[in-house]
């Protein structure tokens, strides 16, 4: 290896990567699914990310306890990945500040993200990051914590393109549950569940925007969740319709279920990953100059394409070639 540049050395030179985030985002609002969501994310590892929910998960008038509750979870011996994140209120709650003030200080350094829910437009992003931001300085806090914003308002979908571009936010989320119901009934409630969801016109729009907006500013696109809890084959067509039709390379679950049916469809399959490692190891061994894999030609446009499939599929769980290893470096 001495000598050979490393794909993440040579092909994002001047840009950052692609954030290799895991396939599925867990949503526990109280400490007992907290609890068994770390349990199970000790057991299959850092797979998912579990978001402590500050916000639905909060009981009305107990915001600062529930806070303290999750702040403490965070900093437990069961955290061990460092892949739990936070649901703040929205900006229209009075507590929204709170959650920062008692979360940050406090549990900053373990926090994977913090989302952002019902923005309205990316003005109303720009406070609340800017909110955090002097948080953290105020805190001693080293490292900016990633955002995660929700596009649930018809003025956050209007601004999604701006409000992906803003500094420091790594993912856009699809909240349809409410964006469904901002159209006060002129879309039905099928659209909140399949096969609506991915054919109702408005949605559809919605969800290529997100995605698009996203992909475009180099933020990864979470689709929302699916309100299937028990039908394996329901869930995984709902993560294969999102990834597939739509771009999505994220998904919110809802409950332990649903889980692994949509890592099992986000995952790269084997043979891409292993297809993935053998041209780019030509292509160190080469300088990362043109190579010809299986009479195909390849340079950095593809080199660029497998290196980022590599990366989701150690993000995903996929059991790659031992060689593999020799492509990343110790923070990859």
């Known amino acids: 290896m001495s000598g050979l540049k490393r794909p993440d050395e040579v092909l994002f030179e001047g840009e950052a990567p692609f954030p290799a985030l895991p396939a599925v985002d867990h949503y526990a609002g109280s400490e007992k699914l907290i609890r068994k969501a770390l349990a ?18 909060a009981p009305t008038g107990a915001e600062s306890e529930h806070a303290q509750m999750v702040a403490s ?11 739990v994140g936070v649901r703040i209120h929205d900006i229209t709650h009075p507590h929204w500040v709170d959650d920062l003030e008692l979360l940050v200080p406090r549990a900053g350094e373990r926090i994977a993200f913090v989302t952002l829910p019902k923005v309205r437009s990316a003005k109303d992003a720009c406070l609340q990051i800017d909110t955090l931001r002097k948080i953290e300085a105020s805190a001693g806090q080293s490292r900016p914590l990633p955002v995660h914003v929700l596009i649930e308002t018809h003025g956050a979908l209007r601004e999604v393109w701006d409000i992906a571009a803003l500094a420091g936010v790594e993912s856009i989320d699809f909240g349809l549950m409410d964006f469904v119901s901002a159209h006060h009934g002129a879309i039905g409630a099928d659209a909140m569940r399949s096969p609506g969801q991915f054919t109702h016109p408005l949605v559809v729009r919605a969800k290529c925007e997100i995605a698009a907006a996203a992909l ?22 709902d993560a294969r319709r999102a990834r597939r039709e739509f771009g999505f390379m994220r998904m919110w679950s809802i409950h332990p279920n649903q889980i692994r049916p949509i890592i099992e469809v986000m995952q790269p399959d084997f043979a891409e990953v292993q297809d993935a490692t053998e041209i780019l190891l030509a292509a160190q061994a080469a300088d990362w ?18 290196w980022e499939l590599l990366r989701r599929a150690r993000a995903t ?8 290893s020799n492509l990343f470096g110790p923070t990859n």
Not at 317 to 324: K, T, Y
Request: hydrophobic share 30%; charged share 30%.
């Open 289 to 306: 100059g043109p190579i010809r894999h299986r009479e195909r030609l390849h340079d950095r446009a593809s080199y660029r394409y497998y």
């Open 317 to 324: 769980g996929v059991d790659a070639p031992p060689e593999a």
């Open 40 to 57: 199970l994310q000790n057991d299959m590892g850092p797979v998912f990310d579990i978001t402590c929910d500050c916000e639905d998960g």
């Open 73 to 83: 979870l965070i900093l437990d011996g069961d955290n061990r990945f460092g892949r």
């Open 216 to 237: 475009a500013n180099g933020v990864v696109p979470s689709h929302n969740v699916t309100t299937e809890l028990r039908d394996l084959e329901v869930i995984r067509s």
